[in-house]
């Protein structure tokens, strides 16, 4: 990995960004924001949720076109009009959610939307082209394998690969390790170095420091659509100087986890089959156990399972098969609010749609547990004066950064919408809590408080099952760590091997892994 030098003529500049704006409603989410890339470099592009990143790139890329300002490629003054602008000018993005059709293979999906071939498609001819581009990137795919037949790490070579077929010299890549297992980013990191060997560019936007740290020859943070920092080498800064640049603020990674003992068992799944919303298996006999005053983790790629996994234990989906016991009493197929009453918490992923009710106040958020029971209750009616009095106490007990207790939810930012569903969650003074992804999309300064809450209520000797894809976290943070793998538990851990839980990950099971160290 080189740095550009100091001389600003050597290496070439591929892109400069200047003065641009972006307005949407209400949002000013590019403000006056300048931006250059320079060729055979790998820039990161960091910021917390709504800082401006995406929208930035949006604008590089001919999604969206920007209200003020200028896009320098090569030296020319450009306009993109649509992504094929600039893919004509040589920028193209891979985005976090891939736009692949499943039932092609790699080299029709490569091929789709192109002027050439226009009528005849000798498909052995662009098998062989798109095997020796791969070969050049270090891009390993069958390009005769139909999408649905890929790992996900293979189908973001694919992605990769369209862009560089199609002549990109620059690739945007938007969080490209938020769905891979730690052996496949170390893949992508390889591949990525091996195309700025070649002359490529990237920007790499992403929130995990560590990761930046490892990649990145320089850095530029946005924060509230403005720069803090632009351009910066990554030579000599820390991830403790990155996060200072996001959020203002020293910021602790490394919290301390008190030992203890943990007491008996508080949840116990036993042998759970479920179904997704396709009515496809996402369960296939998931057995684990949580112990009161212990964190246990939930490590895997998404999309294997620990959606409809959470849903189940919540009282929100019906199994097809075994049982959910909590402090020995069976919850399976049972209403929400018998879970409730027995003492289950839950922070759903999606804190706006399930996790709240956007339209409703602080006030009625933080209630909505507690209105049918003193001191909210007051006969049939609630007691708004004693509501207002609670959301008041939990506003100032969990920092939670709003002008009145009356301000709608949906007018919170992620972070203090987070701190509202995890307010009427613990003070509910949980027997067992379940976090899903409590983290995701939060910044390092919302980051480090979630965390603190959830190992204060570890103390407390609540039992936590913690689901996160943030494998830096459940190893921070776990005192055992489950792996499931399209909808199976692959195994558990409890010394925080990496190589072991990537492995489980990509779908080998532990006793294989064990089997073959000892051997």
Do not use: C
């Amino acid at each position: 990995m080189t740095h550009p030098p100091d001389n600003p003529e050597h290496p070439p500049l591929v892109v400069e960004m200047r003065g641009i704006v972006k307005r949407f409603p209400g949002v000013l989410a590019n403000d006056h924001v300048d931006f250059s890339l320079y060729k055979g470099e790998i820039h990161a592009l960091l910021g917390e949720n709504g800082a401006g990143k995406s929208t930035l790139m949006n604008v590089l890329s001919g999604l969206y076109r920007a209200d003020e300002g200028q896009i320098f490629v090569n030296g020319q003054l450009v306009e993109f009009r649509s992504p094929r602008d600039a893919i004509r000018a040589g920028i193209g993005m891979v985005h976090q959610h891939f736009m692949l059709v499943p039932s092609q293979t790699v080299t029709e999906n490569i091929l789709l939307g192109l002027d050439d071939p226009r009528f005849l498609l000798h498909l052995n001819h662009y098998h062989r082209k798109i095997a020796e581009l791969a070969e050049q990137f270090g891009l390993h795919v069958d390009p005769r394998a139909k999408i649905w037949q890929l790992s996900v790490g293979e189908q973001q070579r694919v992605e990769i690969l369209k862009m560089l077929y199609r002549g990109a010299q620059v690739l945007i890549m938007d969080e490209p390790t938020a769905v891979l297992a730690p052996q496949e980013i170390e893949g992508l990191f390889e591949t990525l170095r091996s195309m700025t060997e070649q002359g490529k560019s990237i920007i790499f936007i992403s929130h995990k420091l560590q990761e930046v740290t490892a990649i990145a020859d320089r850095v530029t943070v946005l924060s509230k659509g403005r720069v803090t920092a632009a351009g910066q080498p990554m030579a000599g800064l820390t991830r403790r100087d990155l996060a200072r640049l996001m959020v203002g603020r020293e910021v602790v990674f490394s919290l301390e986890k008190k030992p203890q003992e943990p007491g008996e068992v508080v949840l116990e799944v036993e042998d759970l089959h479920a179904e997704n919303d396709k009515g496809l298996p996402a369960l296939q006999g998931v057995s684990l156990t949580v112990r009161a005053g212990e964190i246990v983790g939930l490590a895997g790629v998404a999309g294997n399972g620990q959606r409809e996994l959470a849903q189940v234990i919540g009282g929100l989906r019906k199994p097809t098969k075994g049982r959910v016991l909590l402090n020995g009493v069976e919850v399976t197929r049972k209403p929400v609010r018998f879970g409730i009453d027995l003492g289950v918490g839950y922070i759903p992923e999606d804190r706006t749609h399930v996790g709240s009710a956007p339209n409703l106040s602080v006030t009625d958020n933080v209630i909505m547990k507690k209105y049918r029971k003193e001191p909210i209750a007051r006969g049939w009616s609630v007691d708004m004066q004693a509501a207002t009095r609670l959301a008041e106490e939990l506003k100032e007990a969990y920092d939670i950064i709003v002008p009145t207790v009356e301000t709608p939810a949906r007018l919170l930012s992620g972070g203090n919408l987070q701190r509202v569903i995890l307010a009427r969650e613990i003070s509910n003074n949980p027997a067992f809590l379940l976090a899903m992804q409590p983290t995701r999309g939060l910044d390092v300064g919302a980051i480090e408080g979630v965390q603190r809450l959830l190992l204060a209520q570890r103390e407390a000797g609540a039992a936590i099952l913690l689901v996160s894809e943030e494998l830096e976290e459940l190893l921070s943070l776990s005192d055992r760590i489950y792996v499931i793998y399209e909808g199976r538990i692959m195994g558990e851990v409890r010394d925080g091997d990496i190589e072991k839980i990537g492995l489980m990950m990509t779908g080998t099971p532990l006793e294989e892994i064990e089997g073959g160290e000892n051997a």
